[in-house]
């Protein structure tokens, strides 16, 4: 798979297409993005997705959108899901006021593509003028077809990257794993920490995640730790540590490997939740504070004996 940051950094030839956000790549996303791949391997074409960074509706409405992936992960996760090329467009208040038919101008001299799968809701351009009709229409110009795909959904409605934020935001990260088909994940370089939990004899791991990505709500939680290509249990506090530093404004997210030893500093760590297991409290002591935290680590070994 190879990954653009721009639409101009691209010169292909009858490419096989389809246009989104696609955040979080997930099981809505992917009859589409199975039927864009089997078709361009039948008729010997790169598979190309055109996506966008910011989400377009964050800057359309001037409020922040966090993210279910990051670019790079976005791209790696359609990669694996056979796309050639994935090219992240940067979505800028100038793009959003070009006619659609300007736009698909741009695509069909950068990519010369010859089919265009969109979704059921899909529109682009100005004032979202370019729906499946008008892209239709422009293509009969252009020299290219479009094929509609419908909306995929499960016994709760149809799957979107909206609901899924909203899951994830809430803490319902089991739920948010069936409609991903993976579960959430963190990802990031461990940096140093105030040390407090390896003074206790319980060290974490501080992990600098991305912020522009969705943040599970303040909690507890049973998760899987990669380090290395190595799975280990983790329970994992996502908050402020009201214990110790009640007003800390942004989140941290510390991680408990089990049986892990060795200095783990510096190195990345992707962290996959499972399942909440409770609030984050604050104690009137250490000692009831540890005593919570060994009950966190046994529910978390019971939890993932069975994930």
């Excluded at 989140?251 to 490997?257: D, I």
Aim: glycine letters at 8%; a neutral charge.
């Amino acid at each position: 798979m190879q990954h653009y940051r721009s639409l101009e950094e691209v010169s292909i030839q009858n490419a096989w297409l389809t246009v989104g956000v696609f955040d979080g790549a997930h099981r809505g996303h992917r009859e589409i993005i199975r039927r864009l791949a089997e078709g361009a391997r039948a008729n010997h074409a790169p598979a190309v997705l055109l996506t966008f960074d910011p989400h377009p509706a964050s800057v359309l409405s001037g409020r922040e959108i966090k993210c279910l992936t990051t670019p790079e992960e976005r791209a790696e996760l359609l990669g694996s899901l056979g796309v050639d090329v994935v090219i992240t467009q940067p979505f800028t208040p100038d793009l959003a006021s070009v006619s659609a038919r300007e736009y698909m101008l741009r695509l069909k001299k950068h990519l010369g593509f010859t089919r265009l799968l969109i979704g059921y809701d899909f529109a682009l351009g100005k004032g979202r003028e370019g729906n499946a009709n008008r892209l239709a229409e422009i293509g009969r110009e252009l020299g290219y077809e479009v094929e509609v795909i419908s909306a995929v959904g499960d016994e709760s409605g149809v799957i979107s990257s909206t609901e899924i934020r909203k899951l994830v935001s809430t803490g319902s990260v089991s739920e948010a794993a069936k409609l991903l088909g993976y579960r959430y994940a963190l990802s990031g370089a461990v940096i140093h920490g105030d040390g407090r939990g390896r003074r206790i004899n319980i060290p974490t791991a501080n992990i600098d995640y991305p912020k522009q990505k969705t943040i599970p709500v303040n909690g507890i939680y049973a998760c899987w730790a990669m380090v290395d290509n190595k799975k280990f249990m983790a329970a994992t506090n996502i908050g402020f540590n009201p214990t110790f530093t009640p007003d800390k404004k942004i989140p941290s997210l510390e991680a408990h490997l089990l049986d892990f030893n060795g200095d783990i500093y510096g190195r990345q760590v992707k962290i996959e939740f499972v399942s909440r297991l409770r609030d984050e409290l604050k104690f009137n002591s250490v000692e009831a504070l540890l005593g919570q935290i060994w009950d966190d680590i046994k529910k978390t070994r019971e939890i993932l004996a069975h994930s």
